[in-house]
């Protein structure tokens, strides 16, 4: 086995992290050795950028995200990926392509910033409905001025990730969008577990790109 790296992203309150943490259960009984982790991370600079939005807007706090991001490849997930360990992760690009537009920061900016970033082997959007999402988010404590705004904010935020999830398609990243309707977080993850299996026990044919310069390049 080789170390895979899997994605899970969506709205705030949409349940990213309980679901993270069921399938790092499931996964981990089923064999595999199994890394957890989020952006932003517990270091200085991810904890500025988690609760620095009231500080931080635009471009300033576009960069900061992405050194924390960039930080986190380098000590944290590519390591893991070399033990050949699959890493899960609650939050990544399509975080960043929501919010700092949100911000007004420029789109092919964005994506500049993050252009030698390790590509996932899937992204998982997770949606649900907005006014559910935001109580869970306010029920959980407000840290961030992108988690205000109530249901018709939430409305937009998950629209947002929707046209993130087809950018991110198009682009060539392997994307699965996963509505909850009234499904509960453990079904959630027992259904994802049942995807993520098949990629785990898939072997690639041929070299695959690893960063997102490596797709622009075959583009």
Request: some cysteine; glycine content about 8%; aromatic content about 6%.
């Amino acid at each position: 086995m080789t170390g895979r790296f899997i994605v899970l992203d969506g709205p705030s309150g949409v349940g990213k992290t309980t679901v993270t943490a069921l399938l790092t259960r499931l996964l981990t009984d089923a064999g595999w050795s199994v890394h957890q982790t989020k952006e932003p991370t517990t270091t200085a600079i991810g904890q500025t950028a988690r609760y620095g939005t009231d500080e931080y807007r635009g471009l300033t706090l576009a960069c900061l995200v992405t050194a924390d991001r960039y930080h986190h490849l380098d000590t944290e997930i590519r390591p893991a990926l070399d033990a050949d360990k699959v890493v899960l992760c609650d939050r990544y690009l399509p975080t960043s392509l929501v919010l700092q537009q949100l911000d007004e920061v420029d789109h092919d900016y964005i994506w500049a910033l993050n252009r030698y970033i390790r590509l996932p082997d899937l992204t998982v959007i997770l949606t649900g409905d907005p006014t559910r999402s935001r109580n869970r988010a306010a029920e959980r404590g407000i840290h961030s001025r992108f988690h205000r705004g109530g249901a018709e904010a939430g409305i937009q935020e998950r629209d947002l990730y929707l046209q993130v999830a087809e950018e991110l398609a198009e682009a060539g990243f392997p994307v699965h969008v996963h509505e909850i309707g009234d499904q509960r977080q453990d079904e959630v993850a027992i259904e994802l577990f049942t995807r993520i299996r098949t990629l785990l026990t898939h072997v690639p044919n041929g070299q695959t790109p690893t960063t997102v310069a490596d797709l622009i390049r075959e583009s």
